[in-house]
């Protein structure tokens, strides 16, 4: 059964830094592209960035570019984020999984990031 277990959220001013780590379990890391979602408070959803099997390749929202670092350890089937910079906006509940998902994709229960002063 797949488990996602995302952890390393908090409250930090704006500027500051957090990292994201997301344990994965009941499947092979490294046979998916993963990557980080966020969901705001009155908002769908959206993709954050994601990253190749190996993590030869990465992509990232607009909104994120340049502040945020995805990668991944495949031995350690853990998928992490590293946020910098960090804004008011990037307050949300983030969450990993597989990319793409689908309707029937489990998801872990997420982790809080608040931005504020």
């Known amino acids: 059964q797949v488990q996602l277990v995302e952890s390393g959220g908090g409250l930090v001013q704006p500027g500051g830094s957090l990292r994201l780590s997301c344990a994965a379990s009941?499947?092979?890391?490294?046979?998916?592209?993963m990557a980080w979602y966020r969901q705001a408070l009155g908002n769908e959803r959206e993709l954050v960035a994601r990253?190749?099997?190996?993590?030869?390749?990465?992509d990232y929202a607009d909104s994120v570019k340049g502040r945020f670092t995805i990668s991944r350890d495949n031995a350690k089937s853990t998928l992490y984020l590293q946020m910098s910079s960090l804004k008011p906006e990037d307050t949300a509940v983030y969450y990993c999984?597989?990319?793409?998902?689908?309707?029937?994709?489990?998801w872990g229960q997420g982790t809080q990031v608040t931005v504020s002063s």
């Open positions: 999984n597989q990319y793409p998902t689908r309707a029937t994709s489990e």
């Open positions: 009941g499947f092979t890391l490294r046979a998916y592209i």
């Open positions: 990253i190749t099997n190996f993590g030869e390749s990465t």
